[in-house]
């Protein structure tokens, strides 16, 4: 089976600027999870996909946002990007929804915020 | 909600020692716990996990106990080896459809 893919792998923004980051789950799987990864805060979750509908969101602002499409591809967004925003950004899929099932995680998209 | 503390953040040994990393979690209904396994520049992948029903799991030169009473639960590692090196992440979640909060995480080095 292909891994979880995601795309872009690197991106550069300036402050001010939106983004989109692309996930690719492993077929079969109906479960997306977005997670932001910074040095010394670990895997901070930002929200879960479940067959297009958001099951579970994180303590981040209203300018994080995410979809999922029918055929369980998911996308997120940030709006009006900051310098804090600046991280790895990494997806995960699972066969269902929730922690209990093993996560699968992308490569990551590194997005820097100048 | 839950909240995972994970100590230490760093943690040398030298190749053939064991080493033992611990977490601590809040919420007393979490009953699953997952360890996370990162090396560098690559993606998490899950090593071993563990159940609130058992006590203790083994999986090679990998163990994860858990107590429940005292809310925390440990990874050990015997005879570490370079490739050992990496991040371990450390999470936690209770029943049903929620998400899993991860420790900070514990930078392994195995020194040669």
């Known amino acids: 089976k292909a891994g979880v893919t995601q795309t872009p792998r690197y991106l550069i923004k300036t402050r001010g600027q939106q983004v989109t980051l692309s996930c690719s789950p492993i077929s079969g799987h109906r479960s997306v999870s977005w997670y932001q990864q910074t040095p010394g805060q670990g895997l901070q979750f930002l929200f879960e996909?479940?067959?297009?509908?958001?099951?579970n969101k994180g303590n981040f602002p209203g300018r994080f946002s995410g979809r999922q499409f029918s055929n369980s591809r998911s996308e997120m967004n940030v709006s009006t990007l900051e310098l804090g925003d600046s991280a790895l950004y990494l997806c995960a899929s699972s066969f269902s929804t929730g922690g209990r099932n093993e996560q699968f995680f992308g490569p990551g998209t590194r997005l820097t915020v100048l | 909600g839950e909240n995972v503390e994970q100590h230490p953040s760093t943690l040398s040994v030298q190749e053939g020692d064991s080493a033992v990393i611990k977490c601590t979690y809040s919420?007393?209904?979490?009953?699953?716990f997952p360890w996370y396994k990162q090396e560098l520049g690559k993606r998490p992948q899950l090593i071993i996990d563990?159940?609130?029903?058992?006590g203790e799991k083994k999986d090679q030169r990998i163990a994860v106990t858990l107590n429940k009473t005292a809310k925390h639960f440990s990874l050990h590692i015997t005879e570490t080896q370079p490739e050992d090196s990496a991040v371990y992440f450390c999470?936690?979640?209770?029943?049903?459809?929620?998400?899993?909060?991860f420790g900070k995480g514990t930078r392994l080095s195995v020194i040669a």
């Open positions: 996909y479940f067959s297009e509908t958001q099951r």
């Open positions: 999470a936690a979640t209770r029943p049903g459809n929620t998400p899993l909060v």
């Open positions: 919420d007393s209904a979490s009953n699953y």
């Open positions: 563990i159940r609130s029903n058992v």
